[in-house]
């Protein structure tokens, strides 16, 4: 079966992680052996006619690989071979079905390969938006047991939407007729709130390319869809990344005015800078949560060394959640968080210095393939930020629904780089 034609199996195996839940719970170990079994089938299908290995995407290769090593060193040493850790394999063996699937993609192929990736990201998207507008309208979730383990948090879901400044009357704000905030399919916003810069940097950068009207309408759509997620952290992301996409735009189109524009921009910020910091420190301090999480990290660089021995592939998983609340516990703050919520101590608990180590490397070599794109310049900065943010505030970046999509993007960016240094004719088929 010619590549192309195979896509649409992949197209499935990417969005498995966020639709199964509809079936399966997602903390069930069935969940886990289906996406299990179905990406490491696909895997093996992937690499079977690969025709070149893009230099670009080589090294997220190799790093994806070795991280798949980690975790199997570390169900051997810690004898765990539970659903758990398989489910930390995932998102590496998806990330590596679609790095090698891309690899069997000629380069005359690689418009039409670029754009089913497009389409593809596009309609998982509007599918899961408007699942995700019904559960909430509904207050109905398809993960079922999640509103059986959460009822009391659920309760409070009529306050807690509006915890985002929305400054309009009470009986003017729309988001007050939505039960709860946009879930995502996955029952806790802040998963849904992780997906969505994600899917802005994708459409993000498909609009670039082409200027292509139905990706700003879709990136409004993500807009909409942040606001009523209320997850904070994502929503300034993508404000900050669609701000600076046309701010770079309009600089680029406008060469003689570009002076002017950076004395405006810096002028407008010192004149308002008062306003500014007075809506950072108000959308900092409306949740209790963001600022413990600032204030948590000195006990976590404690907690490190006093657990150091394990931190070269990181902790037992089986330990990780009871030596982490225990901690909490003593640190008196388990009343508001169950873990240290922040994807640097995470990656190091999880995947040691060994992992982290690689997480540093990865970020590096994405940057690299962002840089060489004619769009680098933005890509890069935006990408920056969306480690830092979410890393610093939810977890890393790694989850089944997540990473896989990143790496869709740097296989799109890299081919569409070399196309462009090819001279390869980028002529958008009808969609």
């Not at 197209?11 to 992680?17: G, V, W």
């Not at 079936?23 to 069930?28: A, E, P, T």
């Not at 920056?384 to 890393?391: G, S």
């Amino acid at each position: 079966m010619p590549p192309i034609k195979r896509f649409r199996f992949y197209f499935i195996l990417l969005s498995a992680p966020i639709f199964l839940p509809i079936l399966i719970n997602q903390y069930d170990y069935k969940y886990t052996v289906v996406i299990f079994l179905f990406s490491f089938l696909g895997w093996l299908l992937a690499g079977k006619k690969n025709i070149h290995l893009d230099n670009n995407v080589r090294i997220i290769r190799i790093i994806t690989y070795l991280y798949m090593a980690i975790i199997i060193l570390k169900m051997i040493v810690y004898n765990d071979y539970s659903y758990t850790l398989f489910n930390l394999l995932l998102p590496f063996i998806l990330s590596a079905v679609f790095i090698e699937y891309s690899q069997s993609i000629s380069d005359s192929k690689s418009q039409e390969f670029i754009q089913k990736c497009f389409n593809a990201v596009y309609v998982i998207f509007i599918l899961q938006f408007v699942l995700s507008l019904i559960e909430s309208l509904f207050n109905f979730y398809f993960v079922e047991a999640y509103n059986i383990l959460n009822k009391n948090f659920l309760e409070e879901s009529n306050t807690y939407i509006n915890r985002f400044i929305i400054p309009v009357p009470l009986f003017l704000n729309p988001f007050n007729y939505l039960h709860f905030g946009l879930s995502g399919l996955l029952g806790q916003h802040n998963y849904w709130g992780m997906q969505l810069p994600v899917y802005n940097l994708i459409f993000l950068y498909a609009y670039l390319r082409n200027k292509e009207r139905k990706y700003f309408i879709i990136l409004m759509f993500v807009l909409v869809a942040q606001v009523l997620n209320t997850t904070r952290t994502s929503l300034v992301l993508i404000v900050l990344s669609d701000l600076l996409m046309f701010f770079y735009l309009y600089v680029k189109t406008s060469k003689r005015s570009r002076l002017l524009i950076y004395i405006v921009t810096i002028l407008v910020i010192i004149i308002f800078s008062d306003k500014i910091i007075a809506l950072l420190q108000a959308i900092v301090t409306k949740s209790d949560t963001l600022t413990i999480r600032l204030n948590i990290y000195q006990y976590a660089w404690y907690y490190l060394k006093v657990h150091y021995q394990e931190l070269l592939i990181g902790y037992d998983y089986r330990a990780i959640g009871n030596l982490v609340i225990g901690f909490l516990r003593s640190a008196k703050f388990t009343t508001i968080l169950r873990g240290f919520e922040n994807g640097f101590f995470d990656l190091v608990f999880i995947y040691g210095i060994a992992g982290f180590t690689l997480f540093l490397a990865l970020v590096y070599t994405i940057v690299t393939i962002f840089w060489k794109n004619r769009h680098g310049i933005l890509l890069s900065i935006v990408f920056i930020l969306y480690v830092i943010f979410i890393n610093m505030t939810l977890t890393h970046i790694f989850p089944s629904f997540i990473f896989p999509f990143i790496i869709l993007l740097i296989v799109i960016i890299s081919r569409d780089t070399v196309m462009n240094r090819n001279g390869i004719d980028k002529t958008i088929e009808g969609v």
